[in-house]
């Protein structure tokens, strides 16, 4: 037993001495983490800036793949002739600009439409289906347009109306779906995509409706209106005063902003009906392009433009779709609009989605269910009109119509391959969620790591200047793109917003953060002379944290 060592007991001064030296390798270590922290700080601000750039150029990518027509593979548009289309517009192209009043328009114009139309009603004489074309001539009437008063007479639409007598049960409401194009243009443009490639699509699909391949359970009713373009003046004139404007329950109206690829869906609603058409849409388009963003900047007042939308809307009190071409935006009023832009592959995705769309709507029976929008201050709003002697009427001024959000809904398309529609009310909910779910996570990581109440607040207003002076400095560099005429580059190249926009403002927000804002060492706060207050405040206590666990064990 002699050779077994025996451990001798610790004392008072030997746990004093190793607290000790615990305290001075904590010190140590500290001090070399201290002085390494550009070291280590450094490959995280590179790994960041590397994964936004690279998410960047992915999204960039994917978004000009996406952005063209894909090949439409859906049997039930075998019938759809893509050949008659590009016939239509290559003939109405030809004519030139087509303003309205202008021999162009009032005649050459009418006069092609009217002899298509009139072969479309002629096929269906051999079906039980009722095709009507009417020809209206609008009587004088004045409306109020945002800041200004406008006034007609005398201007064209044409429009023509399917009622199945196959239907089922039969539509003895005849309660009808409104599908819109104007065949005007503005000054000077052929006006390809804006927008008679919406109606040579719609001569075709009149053309397919009218040979009763499909039954039809909702009359549908094609407009073709000749002033658009004039302030939306053919639109008003026939949902005032056409014949057949009571019957409407709902619509979509296509139009044009840029050379034709894929039609965006920018408002919808309002209303609850606006579910069934947003569900339609969703079924029925191949490769959606949507995004209730578009929604938003109308309403704001951000677009400055509009379309035939508000005008049923708001005078027709009915719910509906606002469709329009978009890529390509600087062809838009402009010499450059025609009809070689077009490819044959996205007329066929047009006229496929439209005409599904078409079949969907026709046979869906909770369209006989629809009623008009609640109009709200209706009184109010003539009496306020009337004070400043404007020349006022029932029709002069569009009745304010609800758009509660609570009956809204969140739709965007996920790169072409299908449509998310959320109700409003449940993504203000997630919306509430993640943003408790982030202060949940911001108040668990200062638990983990000790840093006072005042660095926290800190750091935020840090945060928050530095997001001011980022958008100081996009507007700054936005003066200087102005000021040298080079404001519209990326208008005809997306690619060039990369260099433009994203890698500026990338890389101010990371000189921001690595250098001039970095706490405690930043070069401002160093000029400020508060880089030792934030070192106070920021660096929690190394030395007291080893300890502690020293005492622990």
Not at 151 to 179: P, Q, T
Not at 219 to 239: Q, R, T, W, Y
Not at 514 to 542: C, D, M
């Amino acid at each position: 037993m002699s050779g077994v060592r025996q451990r001798k007991a610790k004392t008072l001064q030997d746990d004093n001495s190793s607290a000790h030296q615990g305290l001075k390798y904590a010190h140590s270590e500290c001090s070399k983490y201290s002085n390494s922290d550009k070291f280590v700080d450094r490959p995280y601000s590179l790994f960041w800036l590397c994964s936004v750039i690279a998410i960047f150029l992915a999204f960039f990518i994917i978004w000009d793949d996406s952005s063209d027509c894909w090949p439409c593979s859906n049997s039930s548009c075998s019938s759809f002739d893509v050949v008659s289309v590009r016939s239509h517009l290559i003939n109405v192209t030809n004519m030139g600009s087509r303003t309205a009043g202008s021999i162009a328009n009032e005649v050459a114009a009418a006069d092609y439409l009217r002899n298509e139309l009139k072969l479309i009603e002629s096929v269906s004489n051999k079906t039980r289906l009722v095709v009507s074309l009417d020809e209206h001539r609008s009587g004088y009437s004045s409306f109020r347009a945002l800041s200004h008063v406008s006034s007609y007479n005398n201007v064209r639409n044409f429009a023509l109306r399917f009622h199945d007598l196959r239907a089922k049960g039969g539509n003895e409401s005849k309660l009808a779906f409104l599908i819109s194009c104007h065949y005007d243009t503005a000054p000077g443009s052929p006006g390809a995509s804006d927008a008679f490639v919406n109606c040579s699509v719609m001569l075709e699909v009149c053309r397919i409706l009218a040979t009763g391949l499909f039954i039809l359970f909702n009359d549908l009713i094609f407009l073709f209106n000749g002033a658009e373009e004039s302030m939306l003046l053919s639109s008003h004139a026939f949902i005032t005063q056409h014949k057949w404007a009571t019957d409407i329950v709902a619509f979509m109206n296509l139009e044009g902003a840029g050379a034709a690829k894929r039609l965006f869906l920018s408002q919808s609603g309002p209303g609850p009906s606006s579910d069934v058409l947003l569900e339609a849409y969703a079924n029925a388009f191949k490769q959606p392009l949507a995004s209730v963003l578009g929604e938003d900047l109308f309403q704001f007042g951000l677009v400055p433009s509009d379309t035939d939308y508000r005008i049923f809307r708001d005078y027709g009190l009915v719910p509906g779709l606002d469709l329009a071409y978009i890529q390509d935006g600087y062809v838009y009023h402009t010499p450059y609009d025609t009809e070689s832009r077009i490819s044959n592959r996205c007329l066929r995705l047009s006229g496929c989605n439209i005409l599904s769309f078409v079949q969907l709507i026709a046979k869906d029976e909770r369209i006989q269910g629809f009623i008009k929008l609640t109009p709200i201050n209706h009184a109010e709003t003539l009496l306020r009109v009337s004070a400043s002697g404007s020349p006022l009427g029932r029709n002069s001024v569009p009745p304010l119509v609800t758009r509660s959000a609570t009956v809204r809904n969140v739709y965007f398309g996920l790169f072409g391959t299908f449509v998310i529609i959320v109700p409003w009310g449940v993504w203000k909910t997630v919306n509430h969620l993640l943003f408790l779910f982030l202060c949940f996570l911001i108040f668990r990581a200062r638990r983990l790591v000790y840093v006072r109440w005042c660095g926290f607040v800190a750091a935020l207003l840090v945060q928050v200047i530095t997001t001011l002076l980022g958008f100081v400095f996009s507007v700054v560099l936005g003066l200087m793109y102005h000021h040298y005429g080079c404001r519209m580059v990326w208008y005809s190249n997306h690619y060039n917003i990369v260099g433009m926009f994203v890698l500026p403002v990338v890389w101010w927000f990371v000189w921001s953060q690595t250098y001039l804002f970095k706490i405690p060492e930043g070069s401002v706060f160093k000029f400020l002379g508060i880089s030792n207050r934030f070192s106070r405040i920021w660096q929690h206590n190394a030395l007291d944290y080893f300890y502690s666990l020293e005492t622990d064990f």
